[in-house]
């Protein structure tokens, strides 16, 4: 018998002798393996925490003792000790378990997170409720080196340190984020990688003089006065102590001998402690050590080889988006490209090694990497953000106060627009055509298909004020690509197709599926308009005014919230117009979190497919009642 079949919860995995503990370590990673290359997920980072984990729930009195993991997609190894063993084949799949840590799932999982940075304050959060309500437990927060570029993990250790509670902070050294770590804190990490154990015997002896009469504080005011001097030079972890942490570590994040008398030790140690373990990501299948990047959220693969399982002929709308950028980089050298960890992802890779004194990575810093932008527009370059949808929501205020309000033509290419599957609500980029719509000064567009996409992309990068087009995770539609790039006319729609039935404006992601279901209404007699909105803003008032005077009923179709998304923009253009007594109906994404799954499959659960813009126009069609409906 397996020892994990053994394991349902971490009080069994306590009853386990330490020896038995590294045969546990390699069923898990073989478990890991084995799930990962049939659904994808976070592969990379979970293999290296294993021992970490483990020793942390051997260690410590779990569920009791609180753990907090800083983003969540290191925590696999965290739901198969923790009773979610015989579901984790559903890993990421719709309907099943979550591939971040969900408090709907599990009392282990203490706080949901999917963006880097929140587990620090989270911690202290939740420690600070300990003594409130008058509660004993142990607090201890995980997070990775990549999450030190983050600022909000700073806030969260000078307020622990301030405060100077109970609380256990890990920091999980591994050298990377999403892609390798930059910066001068990562600089820092790796000059402390010297000196094992040495603050833990600093430690041990600052104890030992304290203890000695009359003799032991002067020599212990000697010391401070003689660390103060070598600025860090000599001794590790002076940033964390001037915070108001004790340092422990280095330490092997993969040697149970090191991890478990440590841990014990700082679980009886008062104040902040951060303890600094050193990992390997991929660390037991050798693809991932050699390749952590692609294996940090890779999908299906084949076991053997590593390499994926299908590998799509059609262009993705990330490799388009990077080839137009640069096509333009070539011809203009003003041309900039700025990412916060998201090199490979955007494909600004890419660009990067065409143009590598013109690419810039700040980390996990996406407050920073507006603002620096900002800073090159406003001397005269044109630079361009490559960013995820969902985390351009972090730095919000920065494309407001510090671009928006100067008009400065930072161009922000946001990759993973509207819905992106596995990773679920935490990763979904639902939300930027509504918070960007509403900031003056701001350009918004999303293209129809890919070959758009680059003419967006050539447009964006003409304008003189800030902009931005969003496009969809996965291949494009396979359209044929213009080899001359155009301009666009701001504000300005494509009428597709024209009936006076039923007018579908639509945006983005949503325009293929309304031209499918418009094909399918005319083979029952029901003639369709079709509109290509390109612009959430500016509209093309005039289009959607006329379309929608002419038509019975109205449908909006986007790949985005509805609250305040595309489809609200319509309603106010219409309203503003005195367009009324007309039937409407708004698809996208309701007023609800979605979970995980596969992209058609959450495509059609929110009605954004051929299929469900058919139905809602069959339900508009039998009766064109002149009264106002909305959704």
């Known amino acids: 018998m397996s020892l994990l079949s053994t394991i349902n919860s971490p009080a069994e995995l306590r009853n386990l002798s330490t020896s038995q503990l590294p045969a546990l370590a390699v069923e898990i990673r073989e478990r890991l393996i084995d799930i990962t290359s049939k659904v994808g997920g976070h592969l990379a980072s979970n ?3 294993v021992e970490l984990t483990l020793a942390l729930h051997y260690a410590f009195d779990t569920p009791n003792d609180k753990i907090i993991w800083d983003t969540g997609n290191q925590s696999y190894t965290h739901k198969l000790i923790t009773g979610r063993r015989d579901t984790f084949h559903t890993l990421r799949q719709f309907g099943g378990i979550s591939g971040f840590c969900k408090r709907e799932e ?3 999982d203490v706080f949901n997170a999917g963006h880097a940075g929140t587990g620090v304050s989270a911690g202290v959060g939740i420690a600070e409720a300990r003594g409130f309500l008058g509660q004993k437990y142990k607090v201890i927060t995980i997070v990775g080196d990549g999450a030190l570029t983050a600022g909000m993990t700073y806030e969260g250790l000078n307020h622990a340190g301030m405060l100077q509670h109970n609380s256990i902070v890990i920091l999980n050294d591994n050298k990377m984020s999403i892609s390798r770590n930059v910066g001068a ?7 402390t990688i010297t000196g094992s154990f040495a603050t833990w015997i600093k430690a041990e002896a600052k104890t030992a003089l304290q203890s000695i009469p009359r003799i032991g504080e002067p020599m212990l005011k000697m010391a401070r006065r003689a660390k103060e001097s070598a600025k860090g030079l000599i001794l590790p972890g002076l940033l964390f102590e001037e915070l108001g942490f004790r340092y422990v570590g280095p330490i092997e994040g993969h040697d149970f001998n090191q991890l478990l008398p440590i841990l014990e030790h700082i679980g009886k140690l008062s104040g902040p402690t951060l303890l600094h373990v050193v990992t390997k990501k991929g660390t037991g299948y050798e693809p991932a050590t050699k390749d952590p990047v692609w294996f940090h959220a890779c999908s299906p693969f084949d076991r053997a080889t590593g390499k994926p399982k ?9 490799s388009i988006a990077s080839n137009a950028l640069i096509r333009q980089a070539k011809k203009d050298s003003r041309i900039i490209a700025v990412t916060a960890a998201m090199a490979g992802g955007t494909g600004l890779d890419r660009f990067a090694k065409a143009f590598p004194s013109r690419f810039y990575d700040v980390g996990i810093a996406e407050q920073h990497a507006v603002t620096f932008a900002a800073g090159l527009a406003s001397q005269g370059m044109r630079p361009v953000v490559g960013i995820y949808s969902t985390f351009l929501q972090r730095a919000f205020d920065q494309v407001l106060h510090d671009v928006a309000i100067q008009n ?4 922000y290419c946001i990759d993973r627009g509207g819905l992106v599957a596995e990773d679920g609500a935490t990763h979904h980029g639902v939300y930027d055509l509504a918070f960007l719509r509403h900031i003056p000064n701001m350009t918004v567009m999303a293209p129809k298909d890919e070959n758009e996409l680059q003419h967006m992309i050539y447009t964006g990068l003409t304008l003189d004020g800030p902009a931005s087009v969003r496009y969809p995770r996965g291949s494009g539609l396979g359209v044929p690509l213009n080899r001359e790039l155009k301009l666009i006319p701001i504000g300005k729609g494509e009428l597709l197709q024209s009936g006076r039935d039923i007018a579908i404006i639509a945006i983005g992601a949503g325009v293929a599926p309304a031209m499918q279901a418009a094909q399918r209404l005319k083979s029952e007699g029901i003639v369709v308009t079709v509109v290509n909105a390109r612009f959430v803003k500016p509209l093309d008032i005039e289009l959607i005014t006329t379309v929608a005077s002419e038509a019975n009923a109205v449908i909006t179709v986007e790949d985005g ?3 305040g998304g595309f489809g609200s923009a319509v309603l106010e253009c219409l309203a503003d117009h005195n367009v009324s007594n007309i039937r409407i109906k708004r698809v996208g994404i309701p007023d609800i979190f979605v979970d995980q799954g596969p992209q058609h499959r959450l495509r059609e659960q929110c009605g954004i497919t051929a299929d469900g813009i058919y139905h809602t126009a069959k339900e508009l069609h039998p009766a064109f009642k002149n009264e106002p ?3």
């Open 408 to 411: 400065l033509p930072v161009f």
């Open 185 to 191: 804190i990562s600089a820092y990490l790796n000059r």
């Open 629 to 631: 409906v909305t959704k």
């Open 47 to 49: 293999l290296g925490v």
């Open 106 to 108: 599990s009392e282990f």
């Open 310 to 318: 299908k590998d799509s002929s059609t262009p993705s709308y990330t």
């Open 561 to 563: 919230v509805l609250q």
